[in-house]
């Protein structure tokens, strides 16, 4: 087990700042989860820690320590790969007590630890197949049995789910989860899938343009937003963001006029979907129907507000027509407030 602590870690790819300044601590037993769009630094970062980059500047400590010239192989440390890495010559419990054959351990004790990796996957009774003969969800399975056999200090899991279906993916997550806390094994894990994010991770940290947005949990993540990335990345459906300003406490926007508690200046209301009803007197907004979509136990329906869409999550049975005028009606202690110059959090 391991704690890790990054300090002012920087990576450049000649003029590119792949990386800037990222200051970090992960503690033992932690499920981290870096969470951004492609090219935001967190697979960068995550290659810095498991020694395949050098930093351009900073310091990585594993356990205490500092690793910056540790080679890779040194680091006692297991990585999970979205493309899975499986050998296909060999059967699944030769790819996965591969890497003890590597450090020499006796045939015997590899073939005890690899039943048991296998075991803690469900792919015991699978031992003797070899990857073509598996599924998609079984390799991703195998992959991770290779990785918890040497009972390493650290994972690093990059996007290891991002080539399964939908519905496997959520199998996947919830024994992916379960296994993490079973080992109790400090876990870095890089996805661009908010939802995997909010389902795996003890805490996230939310990277853009190099920088770090915001870190913490999911349920502090998803109820205060540090900024409009923020607001607009989290959620699925992603929180609405509205532009207007404010003058004497009515906030005056394309879809109407409302009473609210900030200050004055130009600001960007964000409010969820699900935090939205629709109107059928006083609302807070007035536009058409865009779309209605069923989505079983509710309907997402998306109103045109200017040149611009709003998305409210209502009743499974309140679907409406295109084009028919709504008003919508929010739920003011469930507002947020951004400044429309900085994108940052106004505190009301």
């Given amino acids: 087990m391991a704690t890790v ?3 002012n870690l920087r990576k450049n790819f000649g003029s590119f700042v792949a990386l800037e300044g990222l200051n970090l601590s992960i503690e033992d037993g932690e499920f981290l989860v870096l969470l951004g769009p492609s090219g935001c630094g ?6 810095l820690v498991a020694g395949l980059e050098d930093p351009s500047g900073g310091d990585i400590l594993i356990g205490g320590s500092r690793v910056n010239e540790i080679p890779a192989r040194d680091r006692d440390l297991a990585m999970v790969f979205q493309n899975y890495a499986l050998y296909p010559h060999m059967t699944v419990g030769e790819n996965i007590s591969y890497p003890l054959k590597i450090a020499r351990v006796p045939k015997t004790e590899r073939l005890r630890r690899a039943k048991d990796a296998a075991a803690k996957v469900e792919m015991d009774h699978l031992l003797t197949r070899r990857p073509a003969e598996l599924s998609g969800g079984q390799r991703q399975r195998v992959a991770l049995a290779r990785a918890i056999v040497r009972t390493p200090r650290l994972f690093l899991m990059d996007e290891p789910l991002s ?10 997550r919830a024994e992916l989860k379960h296994l993490q806390k079973e080992l109790s094994t400090t876990t870095i894990y890089v996805t661009h899938d908010q939802v995997e994010a909010m389902t795996l991770a003890d805490r996230i940290v939310i990277l853009n343009n190099a920088v770090i947005q915001q870190m913490g949990t999911p349920a502090e993540i998803y109820a205060r937003p540090a900024n409009t990335f923020v607001a607009g990345f989290i959620g699925s459906p992603p929180m609405n963001l509205i532009s207007g300003a404010v003058s004497g406490g009515m906030f005056t926007h394309k879809g109407g006029t409302m009473q609210v508690g900030t200050a004055d200046g130009a600001v960007t209301l964000g409010v969820r979907p699900e935090d939205i009803a629709l109107s059928h007197g006083d609302a807070d907004i007035m536009g058409k129907v865009y779309s209605s979509e069923l989505l079983g136990d509710c309907t997402l329906v998306n109103v045109r507000v200017g040149d611009s869409l709003v998305a409210a999550k209502v009743g499974a049975d309140e679907g409406m027509e295109m084009d028919t005028p709504v008003g919508l009606k929010l739920r003011q202690e469930r507002l947020h407030f951004f400044d429309t110059d900085s994108g940052n959090r106004r505190e009301t």
């Fill in 5 to 7: 602590e990054l300090k």
């Fill in 163 to 172: 080539n399964l279906d939908a519905k496997l993916r959520t199998v996947m």
């Fill in 42 to 47: 967190k697979s960068t970062t995550m290659r």
